[in-house]
T-cell receptor
């Protein structure tokens, strides 16, 4: 079963608005990462947050992590049409075969100009 | 650095034929990952290598799939014989360590007729 599950599956907003995507996971993690995928392209790493961190910023991105609730959120502020893409959360576990990244099913974000 | 390089970018073949996908990871990265992405199943990890050694191949769907990493700068994923249900986009990714940020290649879009 997938470790990370994003919510919502699809999100449509107007340019300039903020976009919030959520991710829930099931088991203990070492870190959680967010990736973006433009249509027909590979995944691009956005940000990594470790299990002992609660919040992290990178430009217009803000990621939070709540290990007690096993959830994370990705906030994109002042969205642009170029932010239109699928966004995936991915987790790495703490041992053994869980070391590899496990991806969720993604949130399709559409930013309307 | 040129990033992760995959070839070919597109492959169309007939059922029963052998298909070989190639990947050159980022120089200096010790971990290499092969993923498959489909609409139905999302992004799935097939296999990953650490220091050229296969660590976890539990995601390889069948014996028709095999992967090798003869040296630190090259890996192949082979499907023999190919079937229509193998049609997908296959991504290769590399990272410094198996829990670090993964950098994805552009993918190979495989169509098996």
């Amino acid at each position: 079963s997938q470790q990370g599950e994003e919510d919502p599956q699809a999100l449509s907003i107007q340019e300039g608005e903020n976009a919030t995507m959520n991710c829930s996971y099931k088991t203990s993690i070492n870190n959680l990462q967010w990736y973006r995928q433009n249509s027909g392209r590979g995944l691009v790493h956005l940000i990594l947050i470790r299990s002992n961190e609660r919040e992290k910023h990178s430009g217009r991105l803000r990621v939070t992590l709540d290990t007690s609730k096993k959830s994370s959120s990705l906030l994109i502020t002042a969205s642009r049409a170029a932010d239109t893409a699928s966004y995936f959360c991915a987790t790495t576990g703490t041992s053994g075969s869980a070391r590899q990244l496990t991806f969720g099913s993604g949130t399709q974000l559409t930013v309307l100009p | 650095d040129a990033g992760v390089i995959q070839s070919p970018r597109h492959e169309v073949t007939e059922m029963g034929q052998e298909v070989t996908l190639r990947c050159k990871p980022i120089s200096g990265h010790n971990s290499l990952f092969w993923y498959r992405q489909t609409m139905m199943r999302g992004l799935e990890l097939l296999i990953y290598f650490n220091n050229n050694v296969p660590i976890d191949d539990s995601g390889m769907p069948e014996d028709r799939f095999s992967a090798k990493m003869p040296n630190a700068s090259f890996s192949t994923l082979k499907i023999q014989p190919s079937e229509p249900r193998d049609s997908a986009v296959y991504f290769c990714a590399s990272s410094l360590g198996d829990r670090d940020t993964q950098y994805f290649g552009p993918g190979t879009r495989l169509t098996v007729l």
